[in-house]
């Protein structure tokens, strides 16, 4: 029988298609006092009973849900672990109420593809996690998707901000219907807007950061 951690697992390596070992280890051991050990106990329990899948072409191994299609030494493992990444990073920075990975917009040849849409800090974000180099027309025309959909009147919220993820820094300076960002890190970001795009409110229980 599935302990309510073992579903916890499997609904998070479903969601985010692919975890490794210590991703799983940090979201769903850490209160033990070897979350490394308790989280290799753990799944190879749920392997030996078929509830999971997994790649031994990484170190350390990675894991799959039972519903997600992948090759095992498929070349979009590293950019759904970076995916992961970003949501420990979030997640450690506080107040995430809601990650979406790859939530779909209008038709799948044609609509935003975003990588993340998360509610953070009451801010609605599209995040761009860009491990590789896109060429400008490339960069152009997933941000043209973008504009198409807050053009379309679908979007729920207008207010929802774009934040590119990358090393590499991208000429994207046109006129958007949606404020654009780019950063190496969500941290970075934060650091950047500080006293620009940040609004700073202090009560009894300390300094709360809105972005706005």
């Known amino acids: 029988m599935l302990t309510n951690r073992d579903k916890a697992i499997i609904r998070d390596l479903n969601k985010f298609r692919v975890m490794d070992r210590d991703s799983i280890a940090e979201l769903h051991f850490s209160n033990l006092k070897n979350p490394t050990y308790a989280a290799n106990n753990v799944l190879l329990r749920l392997l030996r009973d078929g509830e999971i899948q997994r790649s031994t072409a990484f170190v350390p191994y990675c894991y799959f849900g039972p519903d997600v299609q992948m090759k095992k030494n498929s070349a979009k493992i590293g950019h759904f672990l970076a995916i992961l990444n970003v949501y420990k990073e979030l997640r450690s920075l506080g ?55 807050f053009n379309s009147g679908l979007l729920a919220d207008k207010n929802t901000r774009v934040l590119i993820l990358s090393d590499q820094r991208y000429a994207v ?38 972005i706005s």
Do not use: H, W
């Open 95 to 149: 107040n995430l109420e809601s990650f979406l990975v790859e939530p779909k917009y209008g038709k799948k040849s044609e609509g935003a593809e975003p990588d993340i849409y998360c509610y953070f800090r009451k801010t609605p974000f599209f995040i761009e996690v860009q491990r590789t180099i896109y060429s400008e027309k490339q960069m152009q025309d997933k941000l043209d998707r973008y504009s198409d959909l």
């Open 173 to 210: 300076d046109g006129e958007y219907p949606f404020k654009l960002f780019q950063a190496e890190t969500f941290t970075k970001f934060l650091s950047s807007i500080k006293g620009n795009d940040v609004e700073k409110k202090v009560n009894s229980s300390g300094v709360k950061i809105r």
